[in-house]
């Protein structure tokens, strides 16, 4: 009986489909067990065998965790708005929610094909408005809320109110804008409607601002900084400059001490931990006031070293800082102004990655210094932010690196006459604090003194002459909320007389209205400027034509929409209770389910997602809501899938090609090919080749006897380099559970590795054998006969590493050890069902189709299809997993090597329990050792027991 992936391997999927095996409860005795992916764009590429590596690690776990008696939540779902899909509307005028279901229908057939064990009940899209919905419900939520120092948690923006009302804003402990007018209760209660909503602006969690952000007009839209890449866009790559618009912000800096410290209470990585660290950047320092010369104008810098204040030389502002345009001389204005615009086209990124091409141009204006009075000039220069901190810097060449590249760029520069001479010869950074001009002057209070006692002075100090306080800071900054696209959440706002205004949440969702066109508008606006019904009726409490706008009570909508993150912020709470119409999840079930045990997904989210989702987690457990503080417990990056992209060898100048082992011959160039259409030796079918693409159809072909072999580089998996390859067509030839078993045999999780389909063959192997201890040409085999202590012992081996591979997430030597088993109870040929009852459950979380498929004949004793199966049938998932029993391991018997006079001559197997005596006596019985002996007796006869045996002549 024959082993036929394809007929097992559908049955079963269908059979859990059908029977929704997978489905958690929410209600349920068993200990809960979450075990989540970071869920997938859908793209309308598919997938490629490097996407699977992670969800197959997730369900390994999930499987084996159910056999171990967990309620596991294994849910699926699609991150679905998105810019791709929108790129692709603008391009061919089709609409992105189909585009998008179409895609998610060929993922969702993958990802069935290759037996994921998902609780599909609970599927969430991003992009359907019973998901958004509640997305909007956490938006308003966020804008009715302000964060308290105070109390070091979120609290209802009425309770803001209530202090105003009674007190003014004088001893309000807030996280909020800077430079916030102080005002009394008197003032509040006769501010108007208007004013007051524009003060509690600069106070709550999601607020307009107008915010530098990255701006690519060929896409019409703001970008993050992880869709920018070499200061173009990711999708597409195109020009991004840096600009001013007014946006919907989040205030997550309010949480920047939470976010730091919660690292110290979750598994992920070391690696993972220090990436957000330094994202958060927390520094503890000082905020010092300079004021400029001849200006009522004050330059405010952050500072971790206030202490080395009498070594500043000069002041370098962001580019894009406030003050640029007011301070910048007439006779400078020129040289800034192209300097400015020169600064907009390079990303934040690549801002501060650059130390070795800093520059900038001097303002001409001067500060003064806090204590000596001595004129600092001001210089604006792009390795400053103007996000980051208060977008100034104090320079201390000597201290910084960045400052002394920067003051090395001010050799033969004009405009500073004064300290010009001083940068005219190379010096090392060390020999700069001693140069000339840049002694510590004037320091009187400072000498002697180290770091931390000079600090505590030097603040004392600007503080007594009202220049300066102690403060900490952190690099994080609040993120951009806003995207000028069509594909995302709608914003449930409505504006009155400019301001914002939250629509009721029993009205929701605030559902995407139809365009025409996906573009932005003639003037500028966001597409949803297209829409022709996108205002909003406050009697009615709907969404009416636009031409109905009174600004009395219709008034126009948000035409931005939210970010792709919005929705990915808190998905994993919409899977606790996917269905619920009344609530985004119900006390129950975020009770239950608590937060994510295990998480799995790539590092490139190791910031944004990750940081974004943290913070909305900690604001709904400030608001009753999160059962934790902390949404993942457990972390773990897989590597990466890499392409083995195949390599011809075109002669310079000609349309010919030559192959490998013969290029050096003649001068060449590179070109990639498919991989699908080359073998496992290397060789490519060139009447395919031919018919892929016209350049190569008239192509000559130099080949070695008759074959053309192609080169090979390791490389990203992407279609690019033609070098993906469809889980679909390995599922076809070897089967989902080969798949599975060679993803993990690759390698460590955690790291990259290369894809090679010629090493896939030997784990199709490795089924079949598996297969055959179960079956032979008539049917099933297995006895129920008492299995030999060798058998036991390959057993529980296997237990043993397979239960520590998954606890320790090392799915590749499992694969490694299942090899190992098999061979050696083929070898004892063993039928036992003793046996091959729990190898099929123990196999079952790497390969279930086929596991599925043995238990149901070891239970039933025959092959039956889905209709068929008994009502009380329990599959394999409900069988407990096998514990180790060490008894099996432990040694009765030790193969003694026999030597004589030092050479081995035979083995003999002996049990462990006899003494060196008996074992003399056995050995000098031994047919072999008489015939060795020869009639002579041995002098002296050596036994260490346990060990070795040998008689000396």
């Not at 290759?114 to 359907?128: A, K, L, M, Q, Y």
């Not at 099933?780 to 081996?797: A, F, I, Q, R, W």
Request: hydrophobic share 35%; net charge negative; proline share 5%.
């Amino acid at each position: 009986m024959k082993y036929f992936h394809e007929q097992i391997e559908a049955k079963w999927q269908e059979y859990w489909a059908k029977n929704q095996t997978f489905a958690a409860s929410n209600n349920s005795a068993k200990p809960k067990y979450y075990v989540l992916d970071m869920f997938p764009y859908p793209s309308g590429a598919g997938l490629h065998v490097g996407h699977p590596l992670g969800y197959i690690a997730s369900d390994i776990v999930a499987r084996y965790k159910r056999h171990k008696g967990f309620n596991v939540l294994h849910p699926q779902g699609y991150d679905s708005f998105g810019l791709p899909a929108e790129q692709y509307a603008i391009q061919t005028g089709q609409h992105p929610e189909k585009t998008t279901r179409e895609n998610i229908a060929r993922y969702r057939e993958q990802l069935d094909k290759i037996g994921f064990s998902f609780d599909w009940s609970r599927e969430v899209r991003t992009s359907n408005a019973d998901y958004y919905k509640w997305t909007q419900w956490i938006f308003i939520q966020l804008f009715n809320s302000w964060y308290n120092n105070d109390t070091d948690k979120t609290e209802d923006i009425s309770t803001l109110v209530s202090l105003f009302e009674k007190e003014g804003n004088a001893t309000v402990n807030a996280v909020c804008d800077d430079n916030i007018a102080s005002f009394s209760s008197n003032e509040w209660n006769a501010f108007s409607s208007d004013e007051q909503q524009k003060i509690l602006l600069q106070y709550r969690l999601t607020y307009l601002a107008e915010t530098e952000v990255n701006w690519c007009p060929a896409l019409g839209t703001v970008l993050a900084n992880d869709e920018i890449v070499n200061g173009v866009s990711e999708r597409g790559g195109h020009p991004v400059i840096r600009k001013k618009m007014t946006q919907w912000s989040m205030r997550i800096s309010a949480f920047a001490e939470r976010l730091l410290q919660g690292l110290n209470d979750i598994d992920w990585t070391e690696s993972l931990k220090e990436s957000q660290r330094n994202w958060i950047g927390k520094s503890v320092g000082a905020m010092v006031t300079f004021n400029l010369k001849e200006s009522n104008h004050k330059i405010e810098v952050f500072t971790t070293r206030p202490d080395t204040i009498f070594g500043v030389t000069f002041m370098t502002l962001a580019p894009e800082h406030d003050l640029v345009a007011k301070i910048t001389t007439p006779e400078q204005k020129a040289a800034v102004e192209s300097y400015i615009e020169a600064t907009a086209k390079r990303s934040e990124r690549e801002r501060m990655a650059d130390v070795k091409t800093i520059s900038g141009v001097f303002t001409g204006a001067y500060a003064e210094h806090p204590f000596t009075k001595e004129l600092i000039p001001v210089w604006i220069g792009d390795y400053v932010l103007a996000g980051y901190g208060t977008g100034a810097v104090m320079a201390v060449p000597c201290g910084d690196e960045r400052d002394y590249a920067f003051a090395n760029f001010f050799k033969g520069t004009n405009g500073m006459p004064e300290i010009k001479n001083i940068f005219n010869q190379d010096i090392s950074q060390e020999a700069f604090a001693a140069k000339e001009g840049f002694e510590l002057v004037n320091s009187d209070f400072l000498n002697g003194l180290g770091y931390k006692e000079g600090t505590k002075k030097a603040i004392e100090a600007l503080e007594k002459l009202g220049q300066g306080k102690g403060k900490t800071n952190y690099r994080l900054r609040d993120a951009v909320f806003s995207r000028q696209r069509y594909w995302g959440e709608p914003f449930p706002v409505y504006y009155v007389n400019g301001l914002p205004q939250m629509i009721d949440s029993k009205y929701l969702p605030i559902v995407l209205p139809e365009v025409e066109k996906y573009l932005p508008t003639e003037d500028g606006q966001p597409p949803l400027g297209n829409a022709t019904t996108w205002a909003w009726d406050t009697k009615a409490n709907n969404i009416v034509s636009n031409d109905l706008i009174d600004n009395t009570t219709i008034f126009p909508l948000e035409l931005n929409t939210m970010p792709g993150w919005a929705g990915s912020s808190w998905y994993w709470m919409r899977y606790m209770d996917a269905q619920n119409d009344n609530e985004f999840a119900s006390e129950e079930a975020l009770k239950y389910w608590q937060n994510v045990d295990l998480y799995i997904g790539g590092s490139e989210h190791a910031t944004g997602h990750l940081l974004y989702s943290r913070f909305w987690n900690k604001f709904l457990k400030d608001i009753g809501f999160a059962p934790t503080e902390e949404p993942f417990k457990k972390l773990i990056n897989q590597g990466m899938i890499l392409g083995m992209s195949a390599l011809v060898y075109r002669i310079s100048g000609t349309n010919k090609f030559v192959s490998k082992n013969l290029k050096n011959d003649y001068e060449t160039e590179e070109l990639r090919v498919d991989v699908n259409i080359v073998n496992a030796s290397d060789e490519i079918d060139l009447d395919k080749l031919r018919n892929w693409l016209p350049e190569f159809k008239n192509a000559e072909f130099i080949t070695e006897k008759g074959k053309y072999i192609v080169g090979r580089e390791v490389e990203k998996m992407s279609k690019r380099w033609y070098n993906v390859v469809n889980p679909d067509d390995i599922c076809n030839e070897y089967g989902a559970d080969t798949l599975r078993l060679y993803e993990m045999f690759l390698g460590p999780l955690e790291q990259a590795k290369p894809w090679n389909t010629a090493g896939i063959t030997g784990v199709y192997g490795f089924l079949k054998k598996l297969w055959r201890l179960y079956f032979d040409d008539n049917g099933l085999v297995v006895t129920n006969d008492e299995p030999t202590p060798e058998m036991y012992k390959s057993l529980h081996k296997t237990i043993k590493k397979v239960t520590e591979d998954i606890e320790n997430f090392s799915f590749n030597t499992s694969v490694s050890q299942f090899m190992i088993c098999v061979n050696e109870l083929s070898q004892l040929k063993c039928r036992h069902r003793a046996i091959l009852e729990p190898l099929a459950v123990i196999i079952s979380p790497y390969a279930p189709h086929i596991a599925e498929n043995l238990w149901m004949w070891l239970t039933l004793g025959k092959e039956v299809i889905n209709e068929d199966l008994p009502k009380d049938y329990k599959g394999i998932s409900e069988v407990a997993f096998p514990e180790f029993e060490a008894k099996y391991l432990v040694e009765s018997e030790k193969e003694y090597p026999v030597s004589f006079n030092g050479k081995m001559r035979f083995t003999i197997k002996l049990p462990l329990d006899l003494t060196p005596a008996q074992i003399e006596e056995i050995v000098m019985k031994d047919e072999r050792t008489i015939a060795q002996l020869a009639g002579n007796i041995p002098k002296k006869v050596i036994i260490v027991p346990g060990k070795i045996i040998n008689l000396v002549g």
